[in-house]
């Protein structure tokens, strides 16, 4: 079985400000870990996926995220808030021949 | 490229009546799937088709959810009849295969169901 929990369903930043949003993943077998960014009325867009190369991975709008098995985490970050970054954030997890799964959200809110 | 496609956008229907979506993915994915997101929940599969036959339907109410893939290309979900509990957006996404090819996502269908 696997599943993803996603810490704080809602996170505030300042405008400028380091982002941080917390995942961590529970797999029986070596797990390929995804970020999706869903703006208002929209569908899910890819950010970033880690597939067992580099454990720090490079998304797109200067995402990125970092996956530590020893921790089972895959935090996403980005240095510097924008305010166009307002989104919902799922973080997803697949294991072996599972199927994709999602966590429950963060809403993320940029302060001016 | 053209993105995946879904309508309509919005519906509201009363408990009890029937309704259906309509997907199409991007030209030459194998792969088509059905998520259904509550309000507040993350997306959760209800139906994963490979080309047009089904792979993993384990989570789709099938006493009152159908749906179907002709030809492999199009896909429309139906839900008949309707519960207030269905009342979400209705996700259709499409993959060039059942790998770890990454999902791309419609823009969803807002159901109200009354």
């Known amino acids: 079985a696997q599943s993803v929990t996603q810490l704080g369903s809602h996170v505030s930043v300042s405008e400028g400000a380091l982002v941080l949003l917390r995942c961590n993943y529970s797999?029986?077998?070596?797990?390929?870990l995804f970020w999706y960014v869903q703006y208002p009325n929209q569908g899910l867009q890819l950010l970033l996926k880690?597939?067992?190369?580099?454990?720090l991975v490079k998304g797109i709008n200067g995402f990125e995220a970092e996956f530590k098995k020893s921790e089972t985490s895959f935090h996403l970050t980005k240095p510097s808030a924008h305010m166009s970054d307002a989104a919902e954030y799922f973080c997803?997890?697949?294991?072996?021949?599972?199927?994709?799964?999602f966590g429950t959200g963060t809403r993320l809110t940029i302060i001016p | 490229e053209a993105g995946v496609a879904q309508s309509p956008r919005y519906k509201i229907i009363e408990k009890r009546q029937s309704v259906a979506f309509w997907c199409n993915p991007i030209?030459?994915?194998?792969?088509l799937y059905w998520y259904q997101q509550i309000l507040g929940q993350g997306p959760k599969l209800l139906i994963q088709f490979q080309n047009n036959g089904v792979v993993d339907d384990s989570q789709l109410p099938k006493d009152r959810f159908s749906a179907e893939r002709l030809k492999g290309v199009d896909s429309t979900l139906k839900i008949q009849p309707a519960k207030l509990e269905d009342s979400a957006v209705y996700l259709c996404?499409?993959?060039?295969?059942?790998?770890?090819?990454?999902?791309?996502f419609g823009n969803g269908t807002r159901l109200t169901v009354t």
């Open positions: 030209s030459g994915h194998a792969t």
């Open positions: 797999s029986s077998v070596p797990p390929y």
């Open positions: 996404a499409s993959s060039l295969d059942r790998g770890n090819s990454p999902l791309h």
């Open positions: 997803a997890v697949r294991g072996g021949n599972e199927k994709l799964t």
């Open positions: 880690y597939t067992s190369a580099a454990t």
